[in-house]
């Protein structure tokens, strides 16, 4: 059973950078066929999908958070990362980390993990 832990500083002032880990356990995140994203939900919105690192190490980001938004992993430590620059107040939101697995045979699998808050105020 794959798990996705989410940590991250809770409250960032504005213009400042966020950096949050995605800690996996029970998986590997270059296991073929799996990728890894970052969601977030603002208050009183709806999911906002914000980007993907796939196992072979490949990103992409929204085009309208991509000029502020950087995914990477760390394979030694199986955990992905999200950097965004520039925080404003209403990138307030809980980030999710969700995995999204094919396995062998074709069934598919999906994971989140709890969500971390991540408030940008002054």
């Known amino acids: 059973q794959v798990q996705l832990q989410e940590s991250g500083p809770g409250l960032v002032k504005p213009s400042q950078a966020l950096s949050l880990t995605c800690t996996v356990s029970g998986g590997s995140i270059t296991t073929r066929d799996a990728a890894w994203s970052w969601i977030r939900q603002p208050p009183g919105k709806g999911l906002e999908w914000m980007g993907v690192?796939?196992?072979?190490?490949?990103?992409y980001c929204s085009p309208s958070l991509k000029s502020r938004t950087s995914i990477s992993r760390d394979n030694a430590k199986n955990t992905v990362y999200l950097q965004m620059n520039s925080l404003k107040p209403e990138d307030t939101a809980v980030y999710y980390c969700?995995?999204?697995?094919?396995?062998?045979?074709?069934?598919?699998?999906?994971?989140w993990g709890q969500g971390t808050q991540v408030t940008v105020s002054s």
């Open positions: 690192i796939r196992y072979d190490g490949s990103t």
């Open positions: 969700y995995a999204y697995i094919t396995l062998v045979g074709g069934a598919q699998r999906n994971y």
